[in-house]
């Protein structure tokens, strides 16, 4: 039987690297995908004289890290680094398997005769298919400080944040700089629909003549975004009873639950990590506790941590932490609300749900919750709850961790229809910070408010969601 020889691994290497072939003077072409803010703000970074250490963009799948990386390594050339000194990885190719990263950097170098201190890029896609690929990945850059090395992940454990992080390997210490790809905001996909909904869409904070028509313009987009706007796959959706994309449905799905992430991190029951991620989607927006899922999973709880940590860190789910009634977390999170990063992952799981369908508020929620993962906000956000009252969502500042802003969501109408409206969120308000800023989040209804002596606003949380995206940080 004949073994992968080092020719079929060049082979291999120059088939994603056609640009290697070309003579002098070829132009090199290159498709134009929609590009996000994201992949621009990420070449500037790539092309960054001062950067030292491999920069990774990480993220879900299908969330487009090829797509950046491409657009990148477009970025590289146009800037007037020769194609011979550019080299394309897709780790996910069988033929790399045996090989580590110091050995594929190696093969590329030798390629073209380069010394090992030579300026060369490495876009290193699928990064979750090499063992300990961070730690290698920071040791490489150690033994080759002048190669820029940048990266695709789909997961991370721990949990990856955005920033500079430094990594213990077998090499020593090492650092990388993460940049977190999240799903589409509700301001990208409307970007990229190159709509606005009927002119409703004015910067935060400016007046707002909220017409019947308009909002209903915009909570039709909104309905196209919950259901299929989380990913690029799903911009061209013209209807909200189209079947998912087939990447989200299938792809994603099977290769993050099933086989490939899973196995990576060494989940030895798919199953069960599957049936966990039907749970927490079904109850996206709700509050959880560990003794709660191990029932309906009938996954042991040391088990059932380890899956949540995977789910966490393969970017499909965050947790939210529990605040008390006077705004203060709780030393043992007992309790604490999970949410998807997009509402798109539930219509993947279970098929679109209508607007006027009762568990499609909790799918707003999700949706809002969603834009804060995208814009560097998650870290700040938690919840309160306490016997007989909540508030769905606390911003807080920074560093004291007081509440900021408050948050309650009233798709039905029901909490503005009632006598005691919006008191939980103004009686949290009243005992932790009578400044903090005051949101109903409704369906259509806008305007100032007044209660218990504290302004708060009703805003439509499609307006809202698009606000939301449009920030950073």
Same mark, same amino acid.
């Given at each position: 039987m004949e073994h992968i020889a080092a020719s079929d691994i060049l082979r291999r290497l120059e088939f994603d690297n056609p640009w290697w072939v070309f003579r002098s003077g070829t132009r090199v072409r290159f498709r134009h995908p929609p590009q996000r803010g994201f992949a621009r703000d990420f070449a500037?970074?790539?092309?960054?004289?001062?950067l030292d250490v491999p920069l990774i963009a990480a993220g879900p799948p299908g969330a487009g890290k090829t797509i950046v990386l491409r657009q990148t390594l477009a970025a590289v050339v146009r800037a007037g680094v020769s194609p011979m000194r550019i080299a394309y990885l897709s780790l996910g190719a069988p033929v790399f398997s045996g090989e580590d990263l110091a050995a594929l950097a190696d093969r590329?170098?030798?390629?073209?005769?380069?010394?090992?201190?030579?300026?060369?890029?490495?876009?290193?896609?699928?990064?979750?298919?090499?063992?300990?690929g961070i730690g290698q990945l920071a040791a490489l850059q150690s033994r080759l400080p002048n190669v820029r090395l940048i990266a695709g992940l789909s997961s991370g454990a721990p949990r990856l944040t955005p920033g500079r992080a430094e990594i213990a390997n077998d090499?020593?210490?090492?650092?990388?700089?993460?940049?977190?790809?999240?799903?589409?905001?509700?301001?990208?996909?409307?970007?990229?629909?190159? !709509?606005?909904?009927?002119?409703?869409?004015?910067?935060?904070?400016?007046?707002?003549?909220?017409d019947a028509a308009g909002i209903a313009a915009l909570n039709a987009e909104f309905a196209r975004y919950v259901a299929f706007g989380g990913?690029?796959?799903?911009?061209?959706?013209?209807?909200?009873?189209?079947?998912?994309?087939?990447?989200?449905?299938?792809?994603?799905?099977h290769d993050v639950l099933h086989r490939d992430l899973a196995a990576f991190a060494g989940v030895i029951e798919p199953r069960e990590l599957g049936r966990l991620f039907a749970v927490l989607a079904r109850n996206t927006g709700g509050e959880a506790a560990i003794e709660d899922l191990a029932k309906a999973?009938?996954?042991?709880?040391n088990t059932l941590r380890k899956y949540l940590d995977f789910?966490?860190?393969?970017?499909?789910?965050?947790?939210?932490?529990?605040?008390?009634?006077?705004?203060?977390?709780?030393?043992?999170?007992?309790?604490?609300?999970?949410?998807? !990063?997009?509402?798109?992952?539930?219509?993947?799981?279970?098929?679109?749900?209508?607007?006027?369908?009762?568990?499609?508020?909790?799918?707003v929620e999700t949706a809002v919750a969603a834009q804060c993962f995208a814009t560097g906000l998650a870290d700040r956000l938690a919840y309160a709850s306490w016997k007989g009252?909540?508030?769905?969502?606390?911003?807080?500042?920074?560093?004291?961790?007081?509440?900021?802003?408050?948050?309650?969501?009233?798709?039905?109408?029901?909490?503005?229809?009632?006598?005691?409206?919006?008191?939980?969120?103004?009686?949290?308000?009243?005992?932790?910070?009578?400044?903090a800023r005051m949101t109903l989040l409704t369906r259509g209804r806008g305007g100032p408010a007044r209660?218990?002596?504290?302004?708060?606003?009703?805003v439509p949380a499609a307006l809202y969601a698009y606000w939301l995206g449009t920030r950073k940080g």
């Open positions: 500037v970074r790539a092309l960054d004289a001062a590329v170098l030798d390629r073209f005769a380069y010394g090992r201190d030579e300026k060369v890029f490495l876009f290193l896609d699928d990064l979750d298919y090499v063992a300990d090499g020593g210490a090492g650092a990388v700089e993460v940049r977190i790809l999240p799903p589409l905001s509700f301001a990208e996909f409307m970007g990229f629909r190159r !709509t606005d909904a009927g002119g409703v869409l004015p910067e935060a904070g400016s007046s707002l003549p909220l990913f690029p796959s799903g911009i061209a959706a013209k209807r909200e009873d189209e079947s998912p994309p087939a990447l989200v449905r299938d792809a994603l799905l999973t009938g996954v042991a709880k789910l966490e860190g393969a970017f499909l789910i965050r947790r939210v932490p529990r605040l008390n009634r006077d705004g203060r977390p709780f030393q043992r999170q007992v309790l604490f609300k999970v949410y998807l !990063t997009s509402p798109t992952l539930y219509t993947a799981l279970f098929g679109p749900v209508a607007p006027d369908d009762p568990d499609y508020g909790r799918l009252g909540m508030v769905d969502l606390v911003l807080l500042d920074e560093p004291d961790g007081r509440p900021e802003q408050l948050f309650q969501f009233d798709w039905s109408g029901a909490v503005a229809a009632s006598d005691n409206g919006p008191d939980t969120m103004v009686n949290f308000a009243v005992r932790t910070n009578p400044d209660r218990g002596g504290l302004d708060l606003n009703l």
